[in-house]
């Protein structure tokens, strides 16, 4: 049970690293000496993948930001868990 525990904080960790990360790299993509932080790439699906019922429609669609500030924010948070 513990070991279930520490795995939902790394994940909970790793994800403020990620949001934080894509935070820091959007405001720096504006400062011309730390648009690098911004440099990455984005992936998924080209457009909503839709599916229709006639009575419910569900579409959805997933995409991925990768940027070097998220990835430095990952390893952060994994520092900081591995601190605790």
């Known amino acids: 049970m513990i070991r279930e525990k ?3 904080i790394l994940l909970i960790f790793l994800l403020c690293g990620i949001v934080i990360g894509g935070l820091i790299a959007n405001f720096a993509s504006q400062v011309s000496w730390l648009s690098w932080l911004a440099y990455g790439e984005e992936f998924g699906t080209s457009g ?3 599916l229709d ?3 419910l429609k569900i579409s959805i669609e997933l995409r ?3 940027n070097v500030a998220s990835i430095v924010g990952m390893i952060i948070a994994a520092f900081i868990y591995n601190k605790l």
Request: hydrophobic share 60%; charged share 10%.
């Open 6 to 8: 520490n795995l939902w």
């Open 53 to 55: 019922l006639s009575i």
């Open 64 to 66: 991925i930001k990768i």
């Open 48 to 50: 909503p993948v839709g």
